[in-house]
């Protein structure tokens, strides 16, 4: 998507901002909504729902390019409505593993569902460089409908009992279980401190930074797609090994420790990008910052997922996802939009300066969570 946006449309800074926006503003529209939805029906119709939805919305892209009618208008509708869909799909999915796996082997298979992950990010980003580089950035996105489809398909394959939600008391509204939810995450120690956290570094690394590393990487250190693809592979090794070690480095130096040592290089990670502008091969710099950010993400998320998923009793796990993912994920379109705003006043190079520093001080809410929490 941003390589059409900025190949084909001649997109700037500022809209690489509003397109990266776009997806994330699906968090405020529907990010406490979604909670509801995942704990009032069957999630794993949810799931399947949305990915038929998004199937849809991403092949209007190579069709409005076939028409000649592609414009950054239809980019940031393509964004939002796939962003809606991801944000009620994902609080079902992880609303769904505790039933689907059971409470006790939560760790053990988010660290799973990690590797599996890890083991297709191998393969895809160099994959998806060489068929943009063959056949075009729009026509490639037809790949990315494909997967949505197949994914709708084995969702559906699923079998496994989904007991029926709690009766709803009688004058109870939906605004009622959304506050349940935010009520419950707050009142949380280790919860509040994983929200404020992740919303400082999803504000500085998903929103500002992400927002601009296409362009950065493209016009100022001058990576075309398949390099790109190449680097962007490294994360998936990284990842693979993460999620191998996730489930032991919590256990080595507790819960508090791991998520504070894994947002530190995480900031480290994110550095590398601008600093590869003053070496000979940036592609190197670019590259070793995405295979230390597959391996510290994948530990930090099998951990904190797991540890919200096995404090939280059921018929919340919706309405707790919801929220958390709600308060770390709605501040994205902000930072992305103050990115392409910085990207534009400031430069490239100081706003991804900035945001990188920004990522690694997020570390310090994680000291707030309790250290008796495994």
Known sequence: MPLVAIGLLGAGPAEMGLLSAS??????????????????????????VVNLLSVVAIAAIPAAAALGA??????????????????????????????????????????????????????????????????????????????????????????????????????????????????????????????????THNFFSNGALV????????????????????????????????????????RWFGMRSTLVQMQLLTGVSRSLIPLAIFVPQPIVLVAAGELLLGVVRAIFNVNQVSLRQAMTPDHLQGRMTASIRFLMWSIVPVGALLGGFGGESIGLQATMTIAAIGTTLAAGWFLFVPASEK
């Not at 084995?154 to 939600?165: G, K, M, N, Q, Y």
């Open 211 to 250: 927002a601009l590393y296409i362009l950065y990487a493209n016009q100022v250190l001058g990576l075309g797609p398949i390099e790109l693809g190449i680097a962007f592979s490294f994360g998936g090794p990284g990842a693979l090994v993460g999620s191998i070690l996730a489930p032991r480095y919590a």
């Open 70 to 199: 592609l414009r950054m208008e239809l980019l940031y509708a393509v964004e939002f409505v796939t962003g809606c869909c991801g944000v009620v799909g994902e609080v079902a999915f992880q609303s769904f593993l505790p039933r689907l796996v059971g409470r006790d082997r939560l760790l053990a298979g988010n660290a799973l569902i990690r590797s599996i992950g890890s083991v297709t990010e191998i393969v895809g980003p160099s994959a998806a460089g060489v068929i943009i580089q063959i056949l075009t950035a729009p026509v490639a996105i037809i790949f990315d409908a494909v997967g949505w489809a197949v994914t709708a398909a084995l969702t559906f394959l699923i079998r496994v009992d989904e007991p029926p939600a709690p009766a709803r008391a009688p004058g109870r509204r939906v605004w009622h279980d959304v506050l349940e939810g935010l009520r419950y995450v707050l009142g949380d120690p280790a919860l509040r401190a994983i929200a404020a956290g992740g919303g």
């Open 23 to 48: 997806g994330t503003a699906a968090f405020i529209v529907l990010g406490l909504l979604a909670g509801v939805i995942a704990d009032r029906f069957p999630r794993r119709s949810v799931m399947i």
